[in-house]
């Protein structure tokens, strides 16, 4: 006879019980060194509305989620493969539809109108100025990020760097640190642009090539690192950079041709639509990229590298290529970024914004363009809601709290993300039924 | 060095720290030849492939691949991909393919390998990359339909059968146009019908595409009928050579397999 | 001519002292992140991945550390036998506090995938997701702002080696760390559990042929490595005060220190550890002390770049 204790109905709601109490102390108040417990116990016993029907202590609705939660769950142990089966069924004509190209294109074309019109639909200026500094430069870092992570499947921590770099080559070039600009003029932000990717893209190769020939994870801890360093430098250098103080002079964009004149200001809404030019280029230079000879190669080197050698290719070669073609979205974010916020500042460099970035790709799929876009898309709106809006107890800090869950509960449940491309969701199917290579190219273990 | 010589292995010694595993190997093989490697498990088979296709670097020796044109090229010292320019190409023993892409793209990528890379073109797709890939795809139709895989061209790799798995990685290999195919237990896994059939695209590859091979195999059924001459290593040496009436007669051949490890040879 | 030599005999006086107090406090810090630096090795033995998430079993460790001794030493000012126990009773709570997350961690972000045996990227994906995670909510919990840990002693100089003073402090962290990297050593070495850790390090699969648990094994590799990892912790925040973010720094270089040493190997964790340490500490000599980090990172890089097996080689099962 089963004890109460091992019964499976039992730990089912034991666990799903911890999860919600996980849960309400994520989303509950914050303590302090003083008095430690009171988050704790604040999560559970402060009172709040339940779902705005009435007030009630806060253990009460997440009991009863918990409940549901147990429910659901235990259905979906029952009627789980039947649900998949229906869903799979009825998703199979859109998504066969959206195989078609005149449908992707006509679905490409539709969002584009969308985001060209966003801006005349939102007013609110929070959201017109959050619409480009943390939206579309982030979905412009993201499809950036995913060259590297979902095409070349090499972990990259130290994304921030490349960013950094490019709002540092901004600020140099526009005569806005102490160090003397380039060429000893100050140049237009626009300038900037390509000089930043140039630089970025060698800073890439030059990272890359001794670093890349390192096997998966430790290629994550040495990009994390010179992520780290390169804010240390920033820090530090107060001759070249301006040190922790960074600099505050950085100008805006201008376009002089002729008797056109137009000097992007405060404004964010011009800003939004140049960075948008610049995703719409990127993400199609990118998925050509994809479905080209390199990209082929790519998937290649990340399925078996050493069979992907003995038909010629070379992978560090490709490596660093998808290295330096994923931060030159980096170098050209940092441009943006720093000629519309006129200022930089090291402390902005952090880890988390690596982090942040990373966890767009994973969540929306690495590998798959739209998914990361939309991933982007809803994370990103997502953090900005909680930051416009936020709830009680919630801090801004905080949203690292949801992010690192949200990675580790995308890798238990859905390793290839919400919008999977077709290649990556193979390949972990078909690791984890031990075929293929994939472990052996991340860890180095050669039979 | 006679220039009807496509390899020539000169006194070839690989070590793993203490352990050594090829031991003052020599062997040739002449253009056109198909020729077999054999000997027990453990012999060094796979590290003599590993050591002339730049996966592993010897210690002593000398490796010499006469390519197109005859021009002599050292492989000790070549990275792998190099190695594959030059003209070798290769199948691995548990078959290695991109297993979550389709016949048709793993053939593909091997056809396309050896071109620039081009960033620029590959985005643009500028008209010489079209023509390109145009011509990519028809050289991997031609080598799908050449191993017998037309009708499995959209297959998923993985989802593919032992035996079909042998002749996509051959069709791969020859992509990439080479001098000579190494083929490594390509009749591992297979059925019996498999077998016949692989045999006869082996001699095929040889005969109408031009290709040396380089075979290594167990099953003696197999290689007496398909090679022309062979070597045999016992304990990283080459221990015999001949054509495979020389080596069926062979007292040393015998005295290996029957002392190390007898039911390799069941097999024949 | 004897003022200037007068000058470099006081000079060399100067230096040699400065010489040992950057040696010992090297040494001190050495011990810690070898202390850090075998979790990193135990996990890498048996499951073949780095721990991404093992900072933020040191942070925990701290602050289970600060929350003990705030609540028995108070505003007081324990010594002599005291001091003893209070160490102990901090050590023992940062190891269990370290243990518990590192145990929590293997369940919740590593074991799920090993069971479906997901490729390597999802694990590191999922630890560096785990660690975001357990820190941030550290800070939201106990504050985002740095907080000394009440001491457990009046810290002084002891001795001093060539003038250069040595403080309690380091020689706390000094027994500690010698009691439990030798005890650690003598585990692995000679129980079964230790046994089982090597077995499983050498080959998962014949192991459990042979009837080694590997789930238990694992997850009391997860705690030995969390306990070690929790009670360095601890030691770290009497000296230094704990914080949110205190795991990240200090882990980032005992990574450096078991690469240093052989990822994988034990006793290379510890020598790692140790030359690491004194490296970085001496490094001051000739860089900004701001850059210390930097020398870290340069010599974890070219530790990958020039040796990736490190100086004793990536062997748990032989090395122990």
């Known amino acids: 006879m089963k004890s109460i204790l091992t019964h499976q109905l039992f730990r089912r709601f034991i666990t799903a019980a911890a999860v919600l109490a996980v849960v309400a102390v994520m989303t509950g108040p914050a303590g ?261 000879r390199v990209g082929r190669a790519w998937t290649a080197i990340r399925e078996d590298e050493v069979a992907a050698e003995s038909v010629g290719i070379n992978p560090l070669k490709y490596k660093v290529m998808a290295f330096a073609i994923g931060a030159s979205t980096a170098g050209f974010a940092g441009v943006v970024t720093a000629s519309q916020s006129n200022n930089i500042f090291p402390s902005s460099f952090s880890l988390a914004f690596s982090i942040n970035i990373l966890v767009l790709v994973i969540f929306g799929g690495m590998g798959s363009i739209f998914g990361v876009v939309l991933g982007a ?30 990675l580790v509960v995308m890798m238990i449940f859905r390793p290839a993300g919400l919008v999977p491309s077709r290649r990556r969701r193979r390949e972990i199917v078909l690791s984890e039924a031990g075929e293929g290579h994939m472990n052996e190219v991340l860890t180095g273990d050669q039979p | 060095m006679s220039s009807d010589r496509i390899f020539d292995v000169e006194s070839v010694t690989l070590r793993f720290g203490g352990v050594v595993s090829l031991n003052d190997v020599s062997l040739h093989q002449n253009r056109g030849e198909i020729l077999a490697v054999i000997g027990p498990n453990g012999a060094g088979k796979t590290s003599l492939f590993n050591s002339l296709t730049g996966v592993y670097q010897p210690q002593e020796g000398s490796i010499t691949f006469l390519g197109r044109d005859s021009k002599p090229i050292s492989i000790i010292g070549k990275k792998a991909h190099r190695v594959s320019s030059a003209g070798v190409a290769r199948t691995f023993q548990a078959s290695r393919m991109f297993s979550a892409l389709t016949a048709f793209e793993n053939v593909k990528i091997g056809a396309e390998s050896h071109k620039g890379i081009g960033v620029l073109g590959a985005m643009l797709k500028g008209p010489a990359t079209r023509r390109g890939e145009k011509t990519s795809d028809l050289k991997t139709a031609q080598l799908l339909d050449f191993v017998g895989l037309t009708d499995k061209a959209n297959i998923v790799s993985a989802s593919l059968s032992y035996g079909d798995r042998r002749r996509l990685e051959i069709a791969r290999g020859l992509a990439t146009d080479p001098q000579v ?88 | ?91 023992v709570a940062g190891g269990v506090v370290g243990a518990v997350v590192a145990t929590l961690l293997e369940r919740v972000a590593y074991r799920p995938l090993r069971k479906r045996n997901a490729p390597k990227l999802a694990y590191l994906i999922s630890a560096i997701g785990a660690s975001y995670f357990l820190f941030n909510m550290a800070g939201k919990e106990f504050g985002r702002y740095s907080i000394s840990v009440p001491q457990p002693y009046i810290n002084h100089t002891v001795f001093t080696i060539f003038g250069a003073p040595v403080q309690l402090y380091y020689i706390v962290i000094l027994i500690a760390g010698v009691i439990m990297l030798l005890g650690l050593d003598r585990v692995v070495a000679t129980t079964k559990l230790g046994r089982s850790i090597r077995a499983v390090a050498q080959d998962a699969e014949t192991a459990s042929l042979m009837g080694v648990n590997i789930d238990r094994t694992i997850a009391l590799t997860f705690i030995v490595g969390g306990a070690l990892g929790g009670a360095a912790g601890f ?60 020398v870290a990172f340069g010599i974890l890089v070219a530790v990958l770049l020039f040796r990736p097996t490190g100086i004793l080689g990536e062997r748990l099962g032989r090395a122990a």
């Open chain 1, 377 to 406: 898309l809803l994370i990103q709106t997502g953090s900005m809601y909680l930051l416009h809006s936020p709830p009680a107890g919630y801090q801004s800090s905080d949203l690292y709290i949801y992010l690192g869950a949200l």
């Open chain 3, 1 to 91: 001519m004897g003022g200037f030599g007068h000058y470099l005999a006081s000079h060399l006086v100067t230096m040699r002292k400065e010489f040992w107090f950057l040696f010992v406090g090297g040494v001190a810090n050495g011990f810690l992140y070898g202390m850090v630096a075998v979790g990193y090795t135990l996990v890498y033995g048996v499951l073949r991945l780095i721990n991404f998430a093992h900072s933020e079993i040191f942070m925990s460790g701290g602050f289970a550390g600060y929350f003990v001794m705030k609540a028995l030493i108070g505003t007081s000012s324990p010594n002599g036998f005291a001091t003893v126990y209070l160490i102990i009773i901090g050590i």
């Open chain 1, 32 to 292: 302090s060194t003083e008095a430690p417990t009171a988050g704790f116990t604040g999560s559970f016993s402060e009172r709040s509305s339940f779902f705005g029907f009435f007030e009630t202590v806060r253990w009460v609705p997440f009991l009863f989620l918990a409940l549901v939660f147990f429910g659901v769950w235990t259905l979906w142990l029952s009627r789980g493969a039947q649900i998949k089966s229906g869903v799979s069924q009825v998703m199979q004509v859109p998504r066969a539809a959206t195989q078609r190209r005149p449908v992707r294109w006509g679905i490409g074309v539709v969002l584009l109108f969308v985001a060209l019109i966003l801006p005349h639909v939102i007013n609110d200026p929070f959201w017109q100025a959050a619409m480009v500094e943390q939206i579309a430069v982030y979905v412009l870092l993201a499809i950036g990020l995913n060259v590297v992570v979902g095409f070349a499947g090499l972990l990259d921590l130290g994304f921030v760097a490349f960013y950094a770099i490019g709002a540092y080559v901004t600020a140099w070039v526009t005569g806005a640190l102490p160090t003397p600009p380039l060429f000893g003029i100050h140049m237009d932000p626009f300038f900037a642009i390509p000089i930043a990717i140039v630089i970025v893209m060698v800073a890439g190769i030059v990272l890359g090539v001794p670093t890349l020939r390192l096997r998966g994870d430790y290629l994550a801890i040495v990009t994390l690192g010179f992520g780290e360093i390169i804010t240390i430098f920033a820090n530090n250098l107060y001759g070249i950079t301006g040190g922790s103080q960074g600099t505050s002079l950085i100008p805006h964009f201008s376009l002089h041709i002729g008797p056109i004149k137009y000097v992007w200001g405060l404004a964010p809404v011009p800003y939004y639509y140049l960075t948008l030019v610049f995703v719409v280029i990127f993400l199609l230079a990118f998925s050509l990229l994809e479905h080209s």
């Open chain 3, 235 to 294: 030691l770290f925040g009497l000296g230094t005060g704990v914080v949110y973010t205190m795991g990240f720094t200090p882990a980032l270089k005992a990574f450096t220190a078991a690469v240093l040493g052989g990822i994988g190997n034990l006793r290379g964790a510890m020598i790692g550890g140790l030359l690491l340490g004194v490296a970085e500490s001496l490094s001051v000599v000739f860089v900004q002390a701001a850059y210390i980090d930097v």
């Open chain 2, 181 to 268: 195919l190494l083929l490594d237990e390509p009749a591992a896994g297979t059925n019996p019908s498999e077998k016949v059939q692989l045999t006869e695209l082996i001699r095929k590859v040889r005969d109408v595409m031009g290709v040396s091979i380089l075979l290594i195999e167990h099953d003696m059924k197999l290689v007496m009928s398909l090679a022309e001459r062979l070597y045999v290593l016992n304990f990283g040496s080459v221990i015999a050579q001949g054509t495979p009436a020389e080596i069926r007669a062979n007292d040393a051949v015998i005295e290996a397999y029957l002392g190390s490890s007898a039911d390799q040879t069941k097999g024949a």
